[in-house]
């Protein structure tokens, strides 16, 4: 199986959900992954700031997700936007 960031999960996953990729937020902890995942991919982003990525990273790496939160429990306020 590919790992990420592979641009084959991206196209396995939007194939089996049937969704374009500008129809899909990839949500992640990981700016090296996770979330250049789904920019390579043309997806929004939403990062999920945890102990693997603080303030200190997100402001140091040229990864840029679209959306930050603090936590999952903010996912909410993302969907309804």
Known sequence: M????SP????VA???MG???AEYILIGDRLETDI???LEA????ALVMTCV??????EASPVRPDHVL???ADLGSLIQA
């Not at 043309?42 to 982003?45: A, D, H, L, R, V």
């Open 8 to 11: 084959i999960t991206t196209q």
């Open 2 to 5: 590919p790992s990420k960031p």
């Open 53 to 58: 990525t603080d303030q200190k990273t997100l």
């Open 36 to 38: 250049l995942m789904g």
């Open 70 to 72: 603090k936590s999952i």
């Open 42 to 45: 043309g997806m929004k982003t």
């Open 14 to 16: 939007l194939e089996v």
């Open 19 to 21: 969704l374009e990729s």
